[in-house]
């Protein structure tokens, strides 16, 4: 379960990943402790920063991706001029880690900071219970590795705790995490104030997930957040300001980005057979059916439930800048929604890109269907008019082409 | 009978702006006992031929009302959807989509303590053709039949109702659950509802990627269900790690993908649909043989 918790949190969704220093900012504002240090995108200012803080250093590449240490972008350094060289490596390098696909990512920004003395890693984290409709703090000793690893090689290593959203975390909750976690003295009495800082940060921000991995006990019995995760809710911007703008372009695919300021739910994917659909889970099946048809579906895209004209011309304009598009399945469920409107939109939307030259199938169904269809097929232009769902999504394959 | 929305069901509707009012009216044409809306501050105002409350409390007292109907905006929904259950509703479909987790979370444990059923969110509502509708479907693709239908989705839902109608079915109630992570009513949840509902013969399901609600339905109809249940769940050909439009539809950690979920449904004894066209003719086949 704690890898389906953990793992779906982590990836919900592109846009709501935050870096690990705009974290370690919330983290401040909320008082869970983590090392000085700051993010830049020079290597010289990574030097100026450095020379501000105790060394020794750690320079850490900001990617929305975990394992970033093995790819090599995360450097330590004995001195300022030292952490200006790793962030000089580090910077501009395409990272590629198990999280980022084969592609890599190109690092952008670099997060420089004091090294800790580690006496020991542990791993500390929030997330929304789906099940039982609670958040859970998990909770492990086995701090500083794949805590999805943990679960599944060791999972009575994992203790979880949750919390009834009316009452909210209580402090003997957080005392019981940090006994589990053999946590003694002046740092049993810290982390039971990060776990409940961590959960008041959780609940105030709105967030999916929150996770310190490793939170350490340095040394000198002090807790530290060594890294930080965290995943906003994109629903709750409305009453958080800042949010929208930890965005980072950078980290998303240019389409998705395009796409998203419209407020169309677009995903690309690898084939040739884009998709043009009202509603997600229509939009899944469409794709579902184009694969046992025997051929791939370049893309997710839902117009939303009312598929406006101008929804539907800015869908479409999406779909042909996709060069591997070979031909567009247009699958639209007439409800509230007319089919003959939804057919006007996708006509002008046509006229006024001009220059369409991929065969375009149009399966239109439900409320004025018949209309919808009338329209197209007046229109002068050329549509493959199918009624059937099956034989709309086998005509498209064959058009572009099979698979 | 059919469920939750019967001939007993009296309801109002919370947020009568543009849309709640378009879609009032056609619950009205259909035939559905709207009794009140709930206008604050324009208690008395009329829409629709409908009186308004400033209160869900006062709503309840004065049309003896016991169900609402939901389109208020993603931030005042759980304010709404609260007042409701406070007001020991019997049934609440909230419409409204973009509804933050952390303000379910608090409705759900509400929701655990009282006698009131919710569905939704972000859902196209609930229908019992030939008795009324509080949702936003549209009417023609359904008829009184013996079919219950359950979904997280809602154009799919509507593509699923038609081929059951083409087939020359129809259905008892059609309920749509919502595609948030979390939702009011589950699979299972409705599932239990069709068991113990003299008017419904069988069941189709519509799951899709994502948590473990379909798997969670597959263990209760392998213990308890007693009529027969088609299924299908789309997102086969979704990737891992990417949201599907529905918050709650993503494959995680390698979990929540389709093919679990197909085997999870089949190894109950579910007829599962691999292709979303066939979902009508297998439900024919299942109840005619």
């Not at chain 2, 994502?210 to 209760?220: L, P, R």
């Amino acid at each position: 379960m704690i890898k389906t918790l953990v793992g779906e949190a982590r990836q919900r969704g592109v846009r709501l990943k935050i870096h690990e220093f705009q974290a370690k900012e919330l983290f401040r504002k909320y008082d869970i402790p983590v090392p000085g240090g700051r993010a830049t995108s020079s290597a010289e200012e990574t030097r100026h920063i450095a020379e501000s803080i105790p060394g020794p250093y750690v320079v850490k590449a900001q990617i929305h991706a975990g394992g970033r240490g093995k790819g090599g972008g995360i450097k330590l350094a004995s001195d300022p001029s030292q952490a200006e060289l790793a962030a000089k490596q580090i910077l501009g390098m395409n990272l590629v880690t198990h999280q980022t696909g084969p592609e890599g990512k190109i690092v952008k920004k670099v997060l420089v900071e004091s090294a800790s003395d580690i006496a020991r890693e542990i791993y500390l984290g929030a997330v929304i219970d789906r099940e039982l409709s609670q958040v859970v703090i998990i909770s492990s000793t086995e701090g500083g590795m794949e805590i999805e690893a943990v679960a599944v090689k060791t999972p009575e290593k994992i203790h979880k705790t949750w919390i009834d959203p009316a009452v909210g975390l209580m402090p003997f909750q957080a005392r019981s995490i940090c006994f589990g976690l053999g946590l003694t003295g002046q740092a049993h009495k810290d982390g039971v104030t990060c776990i409940q800082n961590l959960y008041r940060m959780f609940v105030s921000e709105d967030l999916t997930l929150a996770e310190i991995n490793p939170l350490v006990v340095t040394k000198d019995g002090k807790i530290l957040a060594l890294d930080a995760k965290v995943n906003l809710d994109n629903d709750a911007f409305f009453r958080h300001k800042g949010h929208a703008e930890l965005r980072d372009l950078n980290e998303e695919d240019p389409l998705e980005v395009e796409a998203s300021k419209h407020n169309l739910n677009y995903i690309k994917l690898s084939g040739s057979v884009g998709c043009m659909v009202n509603g997600a889970g229509l939009a899944m099946a469409t794709m579902d059916l184009i694969k046992l048809s025997g051929g791939s579906p370049a893309n997710f895209l839902d117009v939303g439930g009312t598929a406006s004209s101008e929804a539907v011309e800015k869908a479409f304009r999406i779909l042909m800048m996709d060069k591997s598009v070979k031909c567009v399945l247009i699958n639209i469920f007439g409800g509230i929604v007319r089919c003959d409107r939804v057919a006007t939109g996708v006509v002008e939307a046509i006229r006024n890109i001009g220059n369409v030259t991929v065969p375009i199938v149009a399966r239109l169904e439900g409320t004025n269907a018949k209309e919808g269809i009338e329209i197209l097929q007046n229109s002068g232009l050329e549509f493959h008019t199918i009624s059937g769902f099956k034989e709309a999504a086998e005509k498209a394959v064959q058009l572009a082409g099979g698979a | 009978m059919s469920i939750l929305l019967t001939g007993e069901t009296r309801a109002i509707v919370q947020g009568l702006g543009k849309e709640g009012q378009f879609h009032a009216e056609r619950m009205l044409q259909y035939g559905t006992k709207l009794v009140g809306g709930i206008r604050p501050g324009k208690a008395g105002e009329a829409v629709l031929g409908l009186p308004a409350f400033n209160t869900v409390e006062d709503a309840v007292t004065e049309t003896g009302a016991n169900a609402s109907i939901i389109f208020v905006p993603a931030q005042f929904a759980a304010d709404a959807a609260v007042e409701a259950i406070e007001a020991k509703l019997d049934l609440i479909v909230l419409i409204t989509e973009g509804i933050p987790p952390l303000d379910m979370l608090k409705i759900k444990q509400l929701l655990k303590r009282s006698k009131t059923r919710l569905i939704g969110p972000n859902c196209p509502g609930i229908i019992t053709p030939g008795i009324g509708k509080l949702g936003i479907m549209p009417v023609e693709i359904y008829r009184p039949g013996k079919c219950g239908l359950i979904s997280r989705s809602g154009t799919l839902t509507y593509e699923v109702a038609a081929q059951i109608t083409n087939a020359g079915l129809g259905q008892s109630t059609c309920l749509g659950i919502g595609g948030d992570p979390i939702i009011g009513t589950t699979h299972k949840d409705a599932l239990e509802l069709f068991n113990n509902d003299p008017e419904t013969d069988m069941v189709a399901l519509i799951g899709e990627i994502g948590g473990s609600d379909e798997e969670i339905a597959a263990k209760y109809i392998k213990k308890y269900m007693k009529k027969p249940v088609v299924a299908f769940i789309a997102g086969s050909t979704a990737p891992p790690g990417k949201r599907m439009g529905h918050a709650g539809a993503i494959i995680a950690g390698g979990k929540g993908t389709a093919a679990e979920k197909k085997e999870a449904l089949r190894n109950a004894g579910v007829t599962v649909c691999d292709s979303p066209a066939d979902i009508g003719i297998a439900a024919k086949k299942v109840l005619e043989g």
